[in-house]
């Protein structure tokens, strides 16, 4: 699939330009792209150890297809915010939100490091959202929104041993389609570490893919 890049001056205005015309192709068929990495959803969903009755943030939400399993965790009383800059993938979940009457479900359409997230969660969700996660500014700004302590998981793709070359070369494809830069791609958490205790970082995808997890560090 071919991807229509913005003018590089505007990228250069807008850092975001070149993600949401990235997702703005992708949003269609998004959901038949990544089910193939629901098993690795679900385990680092599992790892966020929701209760009921919490506030969780999943940052670049996409389609929302973290929703369902998230809800399951937080309960009815509990509240998912979906975080993300794209306006066509939130379309997409505006439209299940509709369609399974889901009242605590709210959106924001801003970029991680400006969202005006307006409280402090208990949890944080960043299902293959490597640019957020190589983002200091976009951590920071996180952080500010979560509780001392708050459950954090990520996952996405990263670089395999050096010897599995066929997994590194499905790496680059993948990364070269969703990511806007390959920057970090050995330890892709290494920004996200030093703010977090109990770090825990597991490989998928046959050493191409990672889930990290562990609680916001107290000041």
């Known amino acids: ?111 991680a490091g400006v969202a005006p997230i307006g409280l402090q969660a208990d949890a944080a969700f960043l299902h293959f959202t490597h640019d957020i996660v190589r983002s200091p500014k976009d951590l920071a700004h996180l952080c500010k929104h979560l509780r001392p302590g708050a459950s954090v998981v990520a996952t996405g793709l990263k670089w395999a041993a050096p010897w599995l070359w066929p997994v590194n070369a499905y790496v680059l494809s993948a990364a070269l389609y969703s990511t806007s830069s390959l920057e970090g791609l050995t330890a892709p958490w290494s920004e996200l570490a030093p703010l977090l205790d109990d770090l825990q970082v597991s490989s998928t995808l046959l050493d191409g893919g990672y889930i990290a997890s562990g609680r916001l560090r107290v000041s």
């Open 1 to 111: 699939m071919n991807t229509i890049a913005p003018p590089l001056d505007a990228v250069a205005a807008d850092p975001g330009a070149h993600a949401r015309a990235l997702y703005r192709q992708r949003a269609g068929i998004y959901d038949l792209e990544l089910a193939a990495f629901e098993p690795i959803r679900q385990a680092a969903i599992e790892r966020l150890g929701l209760q009921t009755g919490q506030i969780v943030l999943d940052v670049g939400c996409g389609t929302g297809l973290s929703f369902a399993p998230l809800l399951r965790g937080v309960g009815p009383r509990g509240h998912v915010i979906g975080i993300d800059q794209s306006p066509d993938m939130l379309e997409r979940a505006r439209q299940r939100i509709d369609n399974q009457g889901w009242r605590n479900v709210r959106l924001v359409e801003a970029s």
